[in-house]
């Protein structure tokens, strides 16, 4: 199969509701169950190793009119959480078994209660990640966490999480996350090769296929990729920073491009491919998992990392992808971006590195403003 013919199907499977795909999976699986998990990140290879088939919710996007969640949130708030909302109440989501919230932000945690009221036939659960990095008792306390979320859903559906099921499972999202990672460093290599729109609905595709399908697509495409047409161009190579929960636009991200940037590292999906490395598979699975957490996560500004300064980690992934700045783009309204903007910023200037920001919501329909920030910005470093 073509990397053009695989990019078709991953459109195809994004576009379908959550529901959708949900229904289809339970009748493929009788006895299954399909969880969605709000970002940025919550433990599939639980959820997998119970025979549930793990599921991004990431907000309608573009694609749901909000008529209903406007009023249950104020509003300042940011649009994922209202459109995500929004997909409950016009019916997208029926069909998906259980939701998964986590404590990311005073927001999220509203949108997991408002949930469980509003659509109380499906499990909703929420996961209290830790806020401390350092705490001998951290590693224990999150794995007790995470067997608190499979006892919920043994007990609503029966499904029991057993360590030698979570160890396969940790093994089949271990190979999903290498393949992204590869996928991720071909792109820092050749970014003529893939564009981020497609990089970025490839990944969507992966987030919302069973992992074992979702690995044998990107070995297709790995393998195909290094053949695709494609010319270098002279342009700026960036790394796009602060849309680790709220999605951008695809529109945002062609504009990015057309202006005369590669973007080369970004951090969409983030949950997703949450490990730096493989997590251990050979020992007590839910310790291996939440040390993972613990000590094997990327940088994000929804886990706090009381270790090492904000900017750390996003100077070390300027570094690594050869990248010549940063553009950030925090969601409107997302408190956690906007908070580390401020840290990131100084850490950057201190290092040299030049940066811009653009604020974005899911909802944006016109780019020519940001089009002509981008070209000064890409003009005012490649011609300076
Ligand atoms: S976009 Fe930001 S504010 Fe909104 S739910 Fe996500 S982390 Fe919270």
New binding site residues.
Partial sequence: MTPDAILARCRALVAEPLGAIATRWRDGHPGGRAVAVY??WAPAEVLHAGGVLPLALLGGGSSVELTHADARFQSF??S??KSTLELGFQGHVKGVDGFVFSN??D??RN?GSIYRRNFGDAVVEYLHLPQNSTSPAVVPYLASELRRLAATFEAAWGLKVTEPALEASTATYNALRARIRALYALRIATPHRLTTPELYTVLRAATLAPPDEAVAMLDTLLATLPEREGRPRDRLRVVVEGAF??QPPLGLLEVLEDAGCYIVEDDFLLGWRWFRDDVPTSGNAFLALAAAYVNRAVASS?RHESREHRAVGLIEKVRRAKADAVVFTP?K?????LFDYVLMKQGLERAGIPHMIVEFEEKMWTFERTRNEIETFVESMLFE
């Fill in positions: 970002p940025v708030v940011c994922v959480a990311i932000c927001v999220a949108l929960c709220e929804t969601a309204f997302c408190e956690p971006a």
